[in-house]
Structure formats: C-alpha cells, structure tokens
C-alpha cells in the first residue's frame, strides 16, 4: 500500500494514511493521501470513522455545501468534531445513505466501507470530475484515483487494451468508454456506483445513482430565465470560492473563464483574485488582448505564461506520464504549464471555466442536432434560416452546415464516405488490419453515439449525452490530471446538476439562437457583469498551442522516437515514418494524426517498459 500512496502523492501531499482491516478472513486495506483545503487540521485526516464506527471512508474531492448540509445534519443531533466536508460526508451517508448523493454540491469520488456488513461501497459525481479506477484480479478488487497506483497493487503486470488504442489513433477516441488504454482496468463512469462484498468476492455491476432530466419547460420566458440562471451561476461560485487556502482562476479570454473570474468579483467584491493565462505569443491564437480587458474590469493580479518548442519538448514525458494515458492534443500543454505558474505562485485551488460548452451549445453551436430538431418539429422553413444564419459566423461553413445535418440522419457506410471526402482515412496503411483483426479488435469507429433519443430534443440529448456519458469525460481527465501534477485543486462551478438540469430544461433555442449565437440565454444571464466586449464575441480559440509548428519545430527528435521499436504488431512502422516524412516536407497535410502516433509512442513506451 505504500508503494501506491507514493505514485499518488502529488494528489495529497499534505497528509497520508491506510488501515487494514480483517473481516471474516478477508482483508481490506483504505489509502489515502490528503491536499489540505477545507479544515487543515488534522481532524481532516482520512481513513476517517463514523461516529458509531460503523462506516470508514476515503474520499476524493470537495463538497461545497457541506455547512448547509451540516447544519441540517447536527439539527437531527449529530455532532460534529471537525470542519471538514468528509466528516459531512459520511455523517450524511449514515443518515440518509444513497439518498445522500442528490444532496451534495460537489466533486467526489469516494470508498465507504460498512463495517457490520462486509461491503464496499464506491461513488463517482454525476459528471466524472474526480477520477475513479479499478480493477477485479483473482479475486481481490482495486482501486485507485490514478492507474500508476493500481499498478502498485496488481500481482500481474498491465498489458495494452489494443481495442481502444485502435481507437485512439485512427480515430481520436478515448475516454468515450468504461475501458481504458490498459487492460481488464476500467473506469467507473460518471453518476455510477458499484458495490464489492469482502465475504463473498462478489463485485456488482455499475449502477446508475444519477440520470439526467431534460424534460423541456415552456413556463419561462427568455429573460425570466436569463435571470434565474444569473442566481444559480452566482450561486454556484459562491460555493466554489469556500476555501481555507488561497484560490485564483484560469483565464483564456474567452467567455466562460471570463464569466467565471467576472463574477468572482460581483460576489466577493474586496478579495484578491489572481488569474493565470496561456499566452501564444506572436500567433494569430493568441488571446492576451482579451484576457487582459477581462483583467483590468476586475483588477485581478494578472500571471502569463508562454511556452516555446523547445519547452514542449524538455516537459513532454512528464506531462504523458501525468495524464496517464494518450490525449488529443499539445493543447494540453497550454493547461500543464498554467497549473504549474500558479503554484508557483503560491496557489492552491483554482476556478476553471470547463464545463460551459457542453451544457450551453457552445463550440459551434450542434449545428446538426439543431436542425435535426427543427425537421423533426416540422419546422421546415425555419431550419434552413437557421443553417443560413449559423454558416455565417467565423469559422464555420454552409458546407460544413449541410455535412453536420447530413451526419445526423445517417450511419453506417454513409458516415464512412463523408469521413473520405474529409480526407480521414479509416483503413491507414501504416496501420496492420490482420493482425487486428486476429485480435477481435473492431477496426471502425467505435465512439459511442448518443444514447438519448428524443425527437424535437437532439440539441438537448446530445448536451445531456456529453455531460454525463461521453464528450465532457476526456476534458475533465486533462485539467484533474494536470492541476493534481502540481498540488492543486481545479474547481468547476459550471458543473453542478443545478445549473445543468436548469439549462437541460430549456427550449433549444434559449442555448443557440435562430442567428446561430451559442451560449444564448448566458450571454443574456452575464449582461452587467461581463464587459459587452467578451459578451460579443464571434471567435474563439481557448486555450490552443500551435501545435503545427511545436511538432514540425522538433520534427528530427520526434521522428527518431517513433522509429523506435516498442513492440507494437498492429504498427507498421517503415509506413508510419513514410507518412511522418511526407508531412514535414509538406507533400502530405498536417492533421493531428502526426500528434497521436508521438503521444502514444512516448507513452507506450513509459507505461510497458
């Protein structure tokens, strides 16, 4: 158990601790490390015990309403002997067991054990903020908040799940699904829980504890709405700010990061507020303009970092080791570097305006799924203005439009074809299809559609989709992963079922506009507290790396990795290199391909050797 505690240490650096525990022959052993937050004393310490010993708990994350819920709990009698939210927690727990779970406002994952009955009980938050893996080997079942930790703790060494590294590099999937990159060791998916009995070595199937309601209301008008969601994002970040050690948050520009620094300061008028930005310096992704008007409404204590190739180069494994398995982009760089400037300054916990797309129509607005509903409602006419006036914003196209509402009424070989005509090829030759198939791996694309059908709603289901099921779950893993690096704690107050089923309740068109505007009714809802410039907006970038020119920039070093021999029959590598060489000269496109095989190369190599 040691041995594990250390690969996470990052996690909790303030406090460790395990017990063992013997039931009926069987043993349980409870880790964990601690990133002090909430009461720093050490009545926070964990493993911690119910009062009546009845129950023991592990647990990762915060619960922001945990003096409301305390209050609540000590008016039943229960008295308390900390501060802490995990003391809530499990008094909560004793007092009203699972129906516990829809009265947190928070990120959690945790482990409680109840002592009378034997049985372990694990939890993971409607979203999957706080990670959550484990593993059922010969009888003992693992469990950790990274996988480097359940690799301490395996008798038998990992081996590659080649399905989902299929996956990833033709397609650029991952964490669309229970499994993982390693084998036979799953994720608990988000809003799920699961149940392991130590007598019996029986592990149950994941549950859900929580199912999203996206049932439509028709009782608001558009700026009664606009002004309920004002209160619950306010009210969200008061929630968010509670802290006993210093707190800043990460600003793009954009408008969600915006949002979130700007009501920082309507809610906490007098308290400092320190931002942390990625700054692209000399590219037309740059968004230091932005950030700084956003910095000078506040008055925030304005952090920069900019990053070079050579940068990306000297940190590069270490930022693959901390994500644990590959990823989609050098964009992640941009988040691993801000993290790293902000404990650099002294800061523990962040707010991160993550999140936001997903529960707004953000990106470029579902243009498919909107017209999808709108053709399902009969409204004929009024979904080709719509598409009309979406292809006019930046970065987008009536061609693109027309694909994306296309995609929506086919599957199968049709998607395939439109994949071609964009250049993606699904059968690559550097990639060895027979030697896949021998191994039972699906050689298509795998990624799970959306499993909500509801007709007149597609906007809605494929929002509520990414939230809770796949889309939001690769996102979160990025930021928990590159904060946890550093010791800090990233807080998404978008992200609570609050805000979520409010905005899931909505008609379509109060989250993207006939004019194709996303995010609507919070552009409306931030009016007054979010300078009209950022409200305004028709771009945006986020934080992007120009990863073109960092690959190409390096492209001697990175080809010398991948002509690496690291074991891989699906791989045909003298055909890899082949294509890599076409792309630095410039007779083949760069696409971020070129990223994938680097990334999977270097961890790959990291994670088996």
């Given at each position: 158990?040691?041995?594990?505690l250390?690969?996470?240490?990052?996690?909790?650096p303030?406090?460790?601790?395990?017990?063992?525990?013997s039931?009926?022959?069987?043993?349980?052993?409870?880790?964990?490390?601690?990133?002090?937050?909430?009461?720093l004393?050490?009545?926070?310490?964990?493993?911690?015990?119910?009062?009546?010993?009845?129950?023991?708990v592990?647990?990762?994350?915060?619960i922001?309403?945990?003096?409301?819920?305390?209050?609540?709990?000590?008016?039943?009698?229960?008295?308390?002997?900390?501060d802490?939210d995990?003391?809530v927690?499990?008094?909560?727990?004793?007092?009203?067991?699972?129906?516990?779970?829809?009265?947190?406002?928070?990120m959690?994952?945790?482990?409680?054990?109840?002592?009378?009955?034997?049985?372990?009980?694990?939890?993971?938050?409607?979203f999957?903020?706080?990670p959550?893996?484990?593993?059922?080997?010969?009888?003992?079942?693992?469990?950790?908040s990274?996988?480097?930790?359940i690799?301490a703790?395996?008798?038998?060494?990992?081996?590659?799940?080649?399905?989902?590294?299929?996956?990833?590099?033709?397609?650029?999937?991952?964490?669309?699904?229970e499994?993982?990159?390693?084998?036979?060791?799953?994720?608990?998916?988000p809003?799920?829980?699961?149940?392991?009995n130590?007598?019996?070595?029986?592990l149950s199937?994941p549950?859900?504890?929580?199912t999203?309601?996206?049932?439509?209301?028709t009782?608001?008008?558009?700026?009664?709405?606009?002004d309920?969601l004002?209160?619950?994002?306010?009210?969200s970040?008061?929630?968010?700010?509670?802290?006993?050690?210093?707190l800043?948050?990460?600003?793009?520009?954009?408008l969600?990061s915006?949002?979130?620094?700007?009501?920082?300061?309507?809610?906490?008028?007098?308290?400092?507020?320190?931002?942390f930005?990625?700054?692209?310096?000399?590219?037309s992704?740059?968004?230091?303009?932005?950030a700084d008007?956003v910095?000078?409404h506040?008055?925030?204590?304005?952090?920069k970092?900019?990053?070079s190739?050579?940068?990306?180069?000297?940190?590069?494994?270490d930022?693959?080791?901390?994500?644990g398995?590959?990823?989609?982009?050098?964009s992640?760089y941009?988040?691993?570097?801000?993290?790293?400037?902000a404990?650099?300054?002294?800061?523990?916990?962040?707010?991160?305006?993550?999140g936001?797309?997903?529960?707004?129509a953000?990106?470029?607005?579902?243009a498919?799924?909107?017209?999808?509903?709108?053709?399902?409602?009969?409204?004929?006419?009024?979904?080709?203005?719509f598409?009309?006036?979406?292809?006019?914003?930046?970065g987008?196209?009536?061609?693109?439009?027309?694909?994306?509402?296309?995609?929506?009424?086919?599957?199968g070989?049709?998607?395939?074809v439109?994949r071609?005509?964009?250049?993606k090829?699904?059968?690559?030759?550097?990639?060895?299809?027979g030697?896949?198939?021998?191994?039972?791996?699906?050689?298509?694309n795998?990624?799970?559609?959306?499993?909500?059908d509801?007709?007149?709603?597609?906007?809605?289901?494929?929002?509520?989709?990414?939230?809770?099921?796949?889309?939001?779950q690769h996102?979160?893993r990025?930021?928990d992963?590159?904060?946890m690096r550093f010791?800090?704690e990233?807080?998404?107050?978008?992200?609570?079922?609050?805000?979520?089923?409010?905005?899931?309740s909505?008609?379509?068109?109060?989250?993207?506009?006939?004019?194709?505007?996303t995010?609507?009714i919070?552009?409306?809802?931030?009016?007054?507290i979010?300078?009209?410039?950022?409200?305004?907006?028709?771009?945006?970038?986020?934080?992007?790396t120009?990863?073109?020119?960092f690959?190409?920039?390096?492209?001697?070093?990175?080809?010398?990795?991948?002509a690496?021999?690291?074991g891989?029959?699906?791989?045909?590598?003298?055909?890899?290199?082949?294509?890599?060489d076409?792309?630095?000269?410039?007779?083949?496109?760069?696409s971020s391909?070129?990223?994938?095989w680097?990334?999977?190369?270097?961890?790959a190599?990291?994670?088996?050797?």
């Amino acid at each position: 158990m040691k041995s594990a505690l250390l690969t996470i240490q990052h996690r909790g650096p303030n406090d460790s601790g395990y017990e063992i525990t013997s039931v009926q022959g069987s043993s349980l052993v409870l880790g964990h490390t601690r990133l002090s937050i909430i009461d720093l004393s050490s009545a926070g310490h964990q493993p911690m015990y119910s009062h009546d010993r009845k129950y023991s708990v592990v647990f990762n994350g915060e619960i922001y309403n945990y003096r409301e819920l305390r209050g609540e709990l000590s008016a039943h009698g229960y008295v308390f002997r900390s501060d802490s939210d995990t003391e809530v927690l499990l008094t909560a727990w004793q007092h009203w067991k699972e129906a516990s779970l829809s009265r947190f406002v928070g990120m959690f994952a945790f482990v409680l054990f109840d002592h009378e009955r034997g049985t372990i009980t694990c939890v993971r938050d409607p979203f999957g903020i706080k990670p959550f893996f484990y593993t059922y080997e010969r009888g003992d079942f693992i469990f950790a908040s990274e996988v480097p930790a359940i690799k301490a703790l395996k008798k038998s060494k990992v081996e590659l799940n080649w399905q989902r590294a299929h996956d990833y590099l033709v397609y650029g999937d991952y964490d669309t699904k229970e499994q993982t990159f390693f084998k036979n060791v799953f994720h608990l998916p988000p809003g799920h829980i699961i149940r392991y009995n130590i007598t019996t070595e029986q592990l149950s199937a994941p549950e859900p504890w929580y199912t999203p309601c996206i049932e439509e209301r028709t009782d608001l008008s558009f700026a009664d709405a606009a002004d309920e969601l004002r209160e619950r994002f306010l009210t969200s970040i008061r929630l968010h700010l509670r802290s006993d050690v210093p707190l800043g948050a990460a600003l793009s520009g954009g408008l969600d990061s915006s949002a979130v620094v700007c009501a920082m300061r309507h809610v906490e008028p007098e308290m400092p507020i320190h931002t942390f930005s990625y700054i692209a310096k000399g590219s037309s992704l740059s968004e230091e303009h932005w950030a700084d008007q956003v910095n000078q409404h506040v008055g925030a204590h304005a952090n920069k970092v900019v990053v070079s190739p050579s940068e990306l180069i000297r940190d590069l494994d270490d930022m693959i080791s901390v994500q644990g398995e590959p990823f989609g982009s050098t964009s992640i760089y941009a988040q691993y570097r801000v993290y790293k400037l902000a404990k650099e300054r002294g800061i523990t916990v962040t707010l991160d305006g993550q999140g936001a797309d997903e529960m707004l129509a953000g990106y470029n607005g579902y243009a498919g799924q909107r017209v999808r509903s709108l053709i399902e409602q009969g409204s004929y006419l009024r979904s080709a203005r719509f598409l009309n006036n979406w292809a006019k914003w930046p970065g987008r196209s009536l061609k693109w439009g027309v694909g994306s509402a296309l995609g929506q009424f086919s599957s199968g070989r049709f998607n395939e074809v439109l994949r071609r005509m964009a250049g993606k090829d699904s059968n690559p030759s550097w990639l060895n299809t027979g030697v896949l198939a021998e191994a039972n791996v699906e050689c298509q694309n795998t990624r799970r559609l959306c499993s909500i059908d509801i007709k007149g709603r597609r906007v809605t289901a494929e929002l509520a989709a990414s939230l809770h099921y796949r889309g939001l779950q690769h996102l979160l893993r990025h930021g928990d992963r590159n904060s946890m690096r550093f010791s800090i704690e990233s807080r998404v107050p978008f992200l609570n079922t609050n805000m979520t089923e409010f905005l899931l309740s909505m008609p379509e068109h109060y989250l993207i506009s006939d004019t194709g505007e996303t995010k609507h009714i919070f552009r409306a809802a931030m009016r007054g507290i979010v300078p009209d410039s950022i409200l305004n907006r028709r771009d945006k970038v986020g934080f992007e790396t120009p990863e073109k020119d960092f690959i190409l920039g390096n492209a001697a070093v990175m080809r010398a990795w991948l002509a690496e021999d690291i074991g891989l029959p699906f791989v045909v590598r003298d055909n890899l290199l082949k294509e890599f060489d076409g792309v630095v000269s410039g007779n083949i496109r760069y696409s971020s391909q070129v990223w994938r095989w680097v990334n999977f190369y270097r961890w790959a190599l990291n994670s088996f050797s």
